[in-house]
C-alpha cells in the first residue's frame, strides 16, 4: 500500500514543506508548520483532457456600474465608498474585543430594512446574538441568523435564488471544509472556506462580509491570499481603554483606500462621529510645553489630533524611547536630524512621544508636528494654543511640502484656528506657489528646521554646534515673529 504524502504549512505564512522544521523559511517564524494531507495531484498535469476555448473581449465597451447598498451609517458608508457593492466581498479584521461582531450586527441591523440579511456564526449561540441585537436595541429588525460552521451546509442554504442579499459569517476561522482533513482555523481551511464562499457571493450576486480574527502582530490570522481574495478588506483599530474606534480602509476594488471611519464605544454599541477632530481635541490644554496640533488627512478626510512629547534627562546608559501613535524609526530620524543640523541635544535625554486619543498616524506630513513638540518640550516654551503645524523634514534639514494644504488649513478655520505652521510652497518655473490663505488664519511659512527653532528660546547648554552642511547657504525669507512665552 502506497504511504500518503504528508504536507507541512506554516499557519502564518501559509508556507509548504516536505519535512517538518521548528523555523518556517518563508516567514522566519517558530513552532508554525503542522500537518496536513497532501493534496492529490494529477501526474502528468493536465492530463489528455481538452479544455474549452476562452473568450476574449476588448477594452473598449458598456459597463454599468454595480449597485450601492447603502446602510445608512455613514462612517461606514464611507470607508466603503459609498456602501456596498452587490457580488463584492468584505474583510473586516481587528482585535479581540475591539468591536467587530457589534459593528457588522449594527450595519446587518441598517440593512435589513431594504434587503434580506443573513447572519451565520460559527462563535456564538443564536441565545448570544440575540443579546447582542438587545442590548443594540436592533432586536426588532429583521435579520434572519444561524449557527453553523460547516461551509457544505452554509453553502447548499444559501445556493437559492430566494436567498439572502447579505451575508455575514462570523468569523471565517470557525468554518471548515469537510473535505479537508486538516481542523478548522489552519491555513488550507481558511483558505478553502473563504474561497468557496465568495465564489458563491460572486455567482449569486448576494454581498459578503467576513470577520477575521487577528495575530498578535495585528495581521488577520490564515494565508496572506485571504486578503487578495476579497474586494475591500477593513482593519478595526483603537485602544480599548479608550472608547475611540477607528475603522480604516487598506483595500477597496471599489473605494479610495485608506479611509477612515470614527466611532466611540458605548454601552449602546459604536455611534459614529461625525467630527472627530473636534472630538479629539475636545480634553486638550493650551498653552503646555510639549504639545502641538497636528492637521492631518486620513484618505480625504482632515483631521487634528495633538502630539504630546515629554523630554527628560537620562540615569541610564541607554536612554528610553517610548513612543505611542507613531513610527520610533522616524522619532529616530528626527531626533537626529534635530541633533545633526540644528545642534539640539537630545541623545542623552528620555523621550516620550504620544499622539492623544488612540490614533496612529502613519502620514509624513507629522514630522514638523513632531520635531516642534520636541523643540516645545526642551526649551520650555508653550505653542500657542490657537495654532497648527504640519511638514515633512529631510535627512538635511530641509522642510518639504506636502498634499491637500487647503483641506488642512479649511479643517483648522472651521474648529477655530487662528494660525498654522505650513512648509514653504514649492517654487514653479521661479514663481511660488502659494496655498490659499482661510479667512481668519495667519500662515507662517517655514522651509527649514532653523526657521522653527528660531520661534523658540532655546536655554544655553541645550544646544550645541551644528554639523556643517554640505550645500550652499540660502538666503530664506524671515518667518514672522510669533508672539511665544519664554519658560
Known amino acids: 500500500m502506497a504511504r500518503k504524502a504528508v504536507n507541512y504549512v506554516c499557519q502564518e505564512c501559509g508556507t509548504s ?28 498535469g493536465l492530463g489528455a483532457k481538452k479544455g474549452r476555448k476562452i473568450t476574449f473581449q476588448g477594452l473598449r465597451g458598456k459597463t454599468e456600474h454595480p449597485p450601492r447598498q447603502i446602510s445608512g451609517i455613514q462612517e461606514f458608508d464611507r470607508v466603503t465608498g459609498g456602501g456596498m457593492v452587490q457580488g463584492s466581498a468584505l474583510l473586516v479584521g481587528g482585535d479581540p474585543g475591539i468591536g467587530k461582531s457589534t459593528v457588522v450586527m449594527q450595519v446587518a441591523a441598517a440593512l435589513s430594512g431594504s434587503l434580506k440579511v443573513a447572519y451565520i456564526s460559527g462563535e456564538e449561540a443564536i441565545d448570544q446574538l440575540r443579546l447582542r441585537a438587545d442590548r443594540l436595541g436592533v432586536a426588532d429588525t429583521d435579520v434572519v441568523l444561524a449557527a453553523a460552521t460547516s461551509v457544505r451546509d452554509i453553502a447548499q442554504t444559501l445556493d437559492d435564488a430566494d436567498g439572502p442579499d447579505l451575508v455575514i459569517i462570523d468569523s471565517i476561522q470557525t468554518m471548515f471544509v469537510d473535505s479537508l482533513d486538516s481542523a478548522p482555523g489552519t491555513v488550507s481551511q481558511v483558505r478553502t472556506s473563504a474561497q468557496e464562499l465568495i465564489r458563491l457571493a460572486k455567482r449569486r450576486g448576494f454581498a459578503l462580509i467576513l470577520v477575521g ?7 488577520i490570522a490564515g494565508p496572506r491570499v485571504l486578503e487578495h481574495m476579497v474586494d475591500t478588506v ?30 466611540e464605544m ?18 486638550r490644554e493650551e498653552d503646555v510645553s510639549g504639545a502641538c496640533v497636528f492637521a492631518g488627512m486620513e484618505g480625504s478626510r482632515p483631521l487634528l489630533v495633538e502630539i504630546q512629547s515629554l523630554t527628560m534627562p537620562s540615569s541610564l546608559a541607554t536612554p528610553r524611547r517610548a513612543v505611542v501613535g ?8 528626527i531626533m537626529a536630524v534635530l541633533e545633526a543640523r540644528c545642534g539640539l541635544t537630545l541623545s542623552g535625554m528620555d523621550v516620550f512621544l504620544n499622539v492623544a486619543g488612540g490614533l496612529k498616524i502613519s502620514e509624513p506630513a507629522a514630522d514638523l508636528a513632531v520635531a516642534c513638540a520636541l523643540v516645545s518640550s526642551v526649551s520650555g516654551v508653550a505653542l500657542p494654543g490657537e495654532t497648527v503645524i504640519f511638514g515633512e523634514i529631510g535627512l538635511s534639514g530641509e522642510i518639504r511640502a506636502v498634499p491637500q494644504i487647503n483641506a488642512r488649513l479649511k479643517e483648522a478655520s472651521k474648529l477655530g484656528f487662528a494660525r498654522a505652521i505650513i512648509p514653504t510652497p514649492p517654487r514653479t518655473k521661479g514663481k511660488k506657489a502659494a496655498p490659499t490663505i482661510q479667512s481668519g488664519l495667519t500662515i507662517t511659512e517655514v522651509s527649514r528646521l532653523e526657521d522653527l527653532l528660531a520661534l523658540f528660546a532655546i536655554p544655553d547648554g541645550k544646544r550645541g554646534k551644528p554639523q556643517a552642511s554640505a550645500e550652499p547657504p540660502v538666503n530664506h525669507a524671515a518667518a514672522p515673529p510669533m508672539d511665544l512665552p519664554h519658560g
Open 17 to 44: 514543506s516536505s519535512k517538518w522544521s521548528g523555523r518556517c523559511e518563508g516567514c522566519g517564524k517558530w513552532n508554525t508548520l503542522a500537518e496536513e494531507a497532501a493534496p492529490e495531484a494529477t501526474p502528468k
Open 213 to 219: 480574527h487577528v495575530t498578535k502582530e495585528g495581521q
Open 234 to 263: 477593513l482593519y478595526f483599530e483603537g485602544d480599548r481603554s479608550h472608547q475611540f474606534r477607528i475603522l480604516r480602509s487598506v483595500k477597496n476594488r471599489f473605494g479610495a483606500t485608506d479611509e477612515i471611519g470614527v466611532f
Open 266 to 283: 458605548t454601552g449602546e454599541g459604536l455611534r459614529e462621529v461625525a467630527n472627530p477632530s473636534a472630538l479629539f481635541l475636545a480634553d
Open 326 to 333: 507613531w513610527d520610533t524609526g522616524r522619532l529616530a530620524m
